[in-house]
């Protein structure tokens, strides 16, 4: 079973960071990828960034290129994302996911995460 759970949401100004962290507390790693997702106000969910559960290289959503970082403890079972630069677009509730492979579709990921806001002003 996977269980995911974030942290680390919160409000910044823009040009600020933050750091989300997203932990597997469950007892099987069935999952090839972990990523992040984002849902804004009246926007569908988008894919932010992912990883490979066992490192390795990473994907990015083109607008948050050389902002957001993506890192994988693979003995923690925990996926971090650095936002760094962050601009009030960035504003969402940001989901981790686990699932199996680097999808951009959130309907071909298996696992969620509750989502952590995440609000940046201006």
């Known amino acids: 079973q996977v269980q995911l759970v974030e942290s680390g949401g919160g409000q910044v100004q823009a040009g600020g960071s933050l750091t989300l962290s997203c932990v597997d507390s469950g007892r099987s790693s069935s999952y090839y990828a972990m990523g992040w997702f984002r849902q804004g106000p009246g926007r569908e969910r988008e894919f932010v960034a992912a990883?490979?559960?066992?490192?390795?290289?990473?994907y990015y959503l083109e607008s948050v290129k050389g902002r957001f970082s993506i890192s994988v403890d693979t003995d923690k079972k925990t996926v971090t994302l650095q936002m760094d630069s962050l601009k009030p677009e960035d504003t969402a509730v940001y989901y981790c996911?686990?699932?199996?492979?680097?999808?951009?579709?959130?309907?071909?990921?298996?696992?969620w995460g509750q989502g952590t806001q995440v609000t940046v002003s201006s």
């Open positions: 996911s686990a699932g199996p492979g680097f999808y951009g579709d959130p309907n071909d990921w298996k696992y």
């Open positions: 990883i490979a559960r066992t490192g390795g290289n990473a």
